[in-house]
């Protein structure tokens, strides 16, 4: 006799705004945004959703995610991950090629994902997640993209770091308290933000000034292409940095 492994990804039958609204009674998540080196993770509960000019707005005490629901063409439920007998429910909200826009990840297991989207019809999704991972190369010390960041660090006071793609965009705005290099990425590590940089992505970072006076950082590729992350200083903080 074959056993049969459980099913553990399905697509959700419902417009993706509707989901999105739901996001508030999950709990505990982890919203990712990923592209082009970056992978730029808010950590929290999602307080409020709101609607401005077509897109959604998710709101948390530190952080904003900015969704174009017209630009989802489905969304799956995956309840594969499973670590110390916890369920790590994810959500993937997918574009028309099947690629992934953004992803939601549950902290406090499947119970409140299943209360939330109970009423909601589902069918199997024959697709298995991409679990490949970029080739990490060894990291410079002196990586272009490490610098802002350990300036950010020595100043000590609230940055934004922002990530922008057609269809998704999210920041995080706090205190930077660690700068960590490690398995091939610069990262950013807070209790309610991760930051994954890719050694070798940065080439040179791009400077605006901002109205108030400070300045806003945009990281650019070996491309030439800004990769969508943004750091953005105050004040006091570009003047520390000798700008």
């Known amino acids: ?28 998540l982890m919203i990712i945004g990923k592209g082009k080196g970056a992978t730029h993770e808010r950590i929290g509960t999602v307080e409020t959703v709101t609607e401005v000019s ?5 709101g948390g005490i530190h952080h904003k995610s900015r969704m174009d629901p017209n630009l989802i063409a489905d969304v799956i439920f995956d309840i594969s991950s499973i670590m110390q007998n916890q369920v790590y429910p994810r959500l993937d909200f997918r ?10 990840v549950g ?11 109970a009423d909601i019809g589902r069918s199997t999704d024959p697709s298995t997640r991409d679990m490949s991972r970029p080739q990490r190369p060894e990291l410079d010390p002196a990586d272009p993209g490490i610098a802002p960041l ?5 100043a000590a006071a609230p940055v934004t770091l922002r990530y922008d793609e057609p269809g998704f965009s999210q ?18 590590m807070t209790e309610d933000f991760h930051l994954h940089l890719l050694g070798g992505t940065v080439v040179h970072w791009t400077k605006e000034e ?14 030439g292409e800004p990769i969508g992350l943004t750091l953005i200083l105050s004040d006091a903080q570009s003047n520390a940095a000798g700008n």
């Open 1 to 28: 006799m074959t056993d049969i492994e459980p099913q553990s990804r399905h697509r959700l039958e419902a417009r993706a705004s509707d989901i999105i609204q739901r996001l508030p009674a999950m709990g505990k």
């Open 54 to 58: 077509g897109k959604l707005v998710c």
């Open 95 to 104: 574009k028309a090629d099947d690629t992934t826009l953004f992803a939601v």
């Open 107 to 117: 902290f406090e297991g499947l119970e409140k994902f299943e209360t939330a989207l």
């Open 150 to 154: 350990s300036q950010a660090l020595e």
């Open 171 to 188: 920041s995080w705005t706090g205190i930077i308290s660690k700068v960590s290099p490690g398995m091939g990425f610069i990262n950013v």
């Open 210 to 223: 901002t109205a108030d006076s400070g300045q806003r950082l945009s990281a650019v590729n070996s491309e």
